[in-house]
């Protein structure tokens, strides 16, 4: 099944400790990229995040966001830094006197200064978190490759339509090929008439025209590119078919039918022959651009 680069998705889970909100959003990379944006106090939870995403997907630029909530009481403590507030005392009781001022008489505005209280939390272990931050971004992922597949499935029978159309004209191209050595025929036997020569009335003449027919058609014979461009054709129906990733398998297909075509139209004069011929292309550059879009 197809899946397109782009998608989003949310997922929430709760626990009577932690609360978590995870939303995950893709646009188009060529390969996987994963940029998660978290609460400082989760960056231990890093390697875990971007793994659990790797199960779901294998490329796309990803942008994760978590929103995280703690819901425990915590025990909290308040040290005090006596010499550094004796310090704080003593310099601005000599600003007092030498700027005729009153010294500090109330122990709040001396504990407003930086760093002479200090709040101590216990060590937070984050005990139970990472399953539930698991379980939030499981769901998450899940939304993500669902919204992924919708759009993958629009993107198939895009494909289909597309393959319909390229294999039949191949066939219009494959029916121009004897006619364009029976024309090659007639002009060659005209240009001969012209100069006096029929070559249905001089066997040498006449052997040499089928000659040169001949090694026309050799020259022009694009058989082996048509046979090679309807096996890809047939190869891109089944790989999208497959339940993988096959966004890279396609741009290297696509590579090989844009070969083929340019092979035909470099071997073929004819100028309807030609103007299928970029039919065909149009309609290659196409599919190259929707793969694109895809994982």
């Known amino acids: 099944m197809l899946r397109s680069m782009t998608g989003f998705g949310a997922g929430d889970a709760e626990t009577e400790s932690y609360r978590f909100h995870i939303e995950v959003k893709a646009v188009n990379q060529r390969y996987l990229d994963i940029d998660v944006r978290m609460p400082y106090v989760l960056n231990r939870f890093d390697d875990v995040i971007k793994k659990k995403i790797k199960e779901f997907a294998s490329r796309g630029k990803l942008s994760v966001s978590v929103a995280y909530s703690d819901k425990r009481l915590k025990e909290k403590a308040i040290s005090v830094d006596t010499k550094l507030a004796l310090a704080y005392k003593k310099g601005l009781d000599e600003l007092a006197v030498a700027a005729g001022l009153a010294p500090i008489k109330n122990v709040m505005d001396l504990a407003k200064y930086p760093d002479v209280l200090i709040v101590d939390e216990a060590a937070d272990e984050l005990e139970g978190c990472e399953e539930v931050l698991i379980a939030a971004l499981t769901q998450a992922m899940e939304k993500f490759v669902g919204m992924r597949e919708k759009e993958g ?6 494909f289909s339509q597309r393959l319909d159309f390229l294999a039949s004209v191949v066939d219009r191209l494959e029916a121009l090929a004897p006619r364009m050595v029976e024309h090659y025929r007639q002009r060659l036997t005209k240009v001969l008439e012209e100069v006096g020569v029929k070559p249905s009335d001089d066997q040498q003449s ?4 089928v000659q040169e027919v001949a090694l026309y058609a050799d020259r022009v014979d694009y058989t082996e590119e048509f046979v090679r461009l309807r096996s890809h054709i047939k190869q891109f129906r089944n790989i999208i078919e497959e339940n993988e990733p096959v966004g890279r398998k ?9 070969r083929e075509i340019n092979t035909t139209t470099s071997k073929s004069p004819d100028i309807e022959v030609s103007e299928l011929a970029v039919q065909v292309k149009s309609e290659i550059e196409k599919l190259r651009e929707q793969i694109q879009n895809i994982e």
């Open 153 to 158: 499935a629009n993107i198939a029978a895009d």
């Open 206 to 209: 006449e052997q040499r025209v």
């Open 250 to 258: 396609l741009d290297f297909l696509i590579q090989e039918m844009n």
